[in-house]
């Protein structure tokens, strides 16, 4: 169940920073209805398979990817979005560590913008980046 823990930890960071610029985040499966012309974020948790580093099984590795979408109304350029991935590369810094109690992520690649997906009403950009955690 850690994969519950990355996600609290990296959506908790997202969370205080969008609330700060005034983005609103569509998280998964929360209720979300974006306002017309709107620019939101999306973000999601995509983990991987849990794997083990030992022969005892007493190890536990945690990855996958986080992928945050900036999703800006159709016609108004990439600019904007592409301002808020620079942004959240700042944000999830390489080798960055979150921590809760005794559990920590680690940011594993730099924040990486995927290809654009345009629209008639929106016009989105996925960044994404690695995380990894390992338990004993």
């Given amino acids: 169940m850690s994969h519950q823990r990355c996600r609290r930890l990296l959506e908790s960071r997202l969370d205080s920073w969008a609330a700060d610029k005034g983005h609103p985040v569509a998280y998964q499966n929360v209720a979300f209805t974006p306002q017309s012309g709107q620019l939101y974020l999306r973000a999601f ?5 849990t794997g083990s580093d030992t022969l005892a099984g007493d190890h536990k590795r945690y990855q996958g990817l986080f992928q945050i979408s900036v999703v800006t ?3 108004q350029g990439s600019g904007q979005a ?3 991935i620079a942004e959240l590369a700042e944000l999830f810094p390489i080798y960055d560590r979150l921590t809760l109690d005794d559990f920590t992520v680690v940011v594993m690649s730099p ?8 629209d008639d009403t929106e016009f989105t950009i996925p960044a ?6 390992d338990t004993n």
């Fill in 73 to 75: 109304p159709a016609g």
């Fill in 128 to 133: 994404t980046f690695s995380y990894r955690a």
């Fill in 82 to 84: 592409e301002d808020i």
């Fill in 45 to 49: 948790l995509l983990p991987s398979a």
């Fill in 111 to 118: 924040v990486e913008q995927g290809p654009e997906i345009p």
